[in-house]
């Protein structure tokens, strides 16, 4: 075992790993303890293969030299057929995986759409409490996935690839005005500034309040991309604390929360019964009312 297992640690790992398996009423048992979210969430998304990893992995070693206490929880997309995590995302943190001061760990996808898990806020809110300044979401951009993270975590980190049609794709679904930073990713490649300076024009019309999406180049291969990277969260986080509205956001992941728990326990249902779904649309609301009822939970 290595120095990432060390107790506290392997005491998170394990309630991770038993959300990540958790039906409703277990992950409700879980969260009976209410904790107060002190911890900063970061979130990375972008198409697959954009390079979201890799920059996590270098962006994290970064934000912990400001003696911050990071996280990393990467959602890893799951092969329908095998319900297996379809590669693994540490393999692409190799340099922070044996770092002792960041927790890494990956989750496979489970039945959400989004390229998130159906219990991404669940996983997010055990990790509150544990003494982690910042956490790191990873979640492959799928499009709905963008509107899921924007309620989750407090600043979103939308990573591009130059010539991949990315930036019009991204326009086109309203991904743009999501963002709170734009990277250009893989700026190594042919594209990338031309692209850059769109995007920065797209993000100048998006500003509120005055914070206006920085949009930063960067490159494995190039420290400076990531040290801009790394003092625009610190900006965003800053900029929110005086900004943001907390009730709102608050109430708006606890929506986010109910809905994903009652979904789920919906599936339950019917999973358990799936005559049910032979019932017209009142026949079946109603048995879904009536078996919602923790009173009948698990007749
Ligand atoms: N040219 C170039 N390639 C890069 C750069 N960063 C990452 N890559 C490569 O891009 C590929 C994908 O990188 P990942 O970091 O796994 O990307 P990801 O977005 O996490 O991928 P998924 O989790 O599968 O969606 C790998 O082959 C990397 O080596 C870069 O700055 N330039
Ligand atoms: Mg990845």
Redesign the pocket.
């Known amino acids: 075992m290595s120095e990432t297992s060390r107790n506290p640690r392997r005491a998170l790992s394990r309630a991770l790993t038993r959300i990540a398996n958790a039906d409703v009423a277990e992950t409700l048992a879980q969260q009976s303890g209410a904790t107060t979210p002190e911890m900063s969430r970061i979130g990375v998304t972008?198409?697959?293969?954009?390079?979201?990893?890799?920059?996590?992995a270098r962006l994290a070693k970064l934000r912990k030299v400001e003696e911050h206490k990071i996280a990393v929880l990467?959602i890893?997309?799951t092969s329908p057929v095998s319900q297996g995590s379809i590669?693994g995302?540490r393999?692409?943190m190799d340099s922070i995986a044996d770092d002792p001061d960041i927790f890494i760990r990956s989750i496979p996808s489970r039945r959400a759409h989004d390229g998130l898990t159906d219990n991404t806020a669940d996983l997010l809110n055990a990790m509150e409490g544990h003494g982690f300044d910042e956490v790191i979401l990873?979640s492959?951009g799928v499009g709905q996935a963008e509107y899921t993270i924007r309620t989750l975590v407090d600043t979103v980190v939308l990573?591009l690839l130059p010539e991949s049609g990315d930036a019009i794709q991204a326009m086109k679904a309203g991904i743009l005005e999501m963002a709170d930073i734009y990277v250009v990713?893989?700026?190594?490649?042919p594209g990338a500034e031309l692209m850059a300076a769109e995007i920065a024009q797209v993000a100048a019309h998006q500003s509120a309040d005055d914070w206006t999406p920085p949009v930063i180049s960067?490159?494995?291969?190039d420290p400076n991309g990531f040290a801009e990277l790394d003092a625009a969260i610190t900006a965003h986080t800053e900029w929110r604390k005086t900004h943001l509205d907390e009730t709102a956001s608050r109430r708006a992941r606890a929506r986010y929360q109910a809905q994903g728990l009652l979904s789920r326990r919906i599936d339950e249902i019917v999973d358990a019964d799936s005559s049910l779904l032979d019932l017209d649309p009142q026949g079946l609301f109603d048995a879904l009312i009536d078996k919602l009822n923790p009173k009948s939970r698990g007749a």
Request: hydrophobic share 35%; aromatic share 0%; no cysteine.
């Open positions: 972008g198409a697959p293969g954009a390079g979201k990893s890799t920059l996590i990467a890893d997309p590669l995302d393999i692409r990873e492959v990573v990713n893989k700026a190594d490649l960067t490159s494995r291969d």
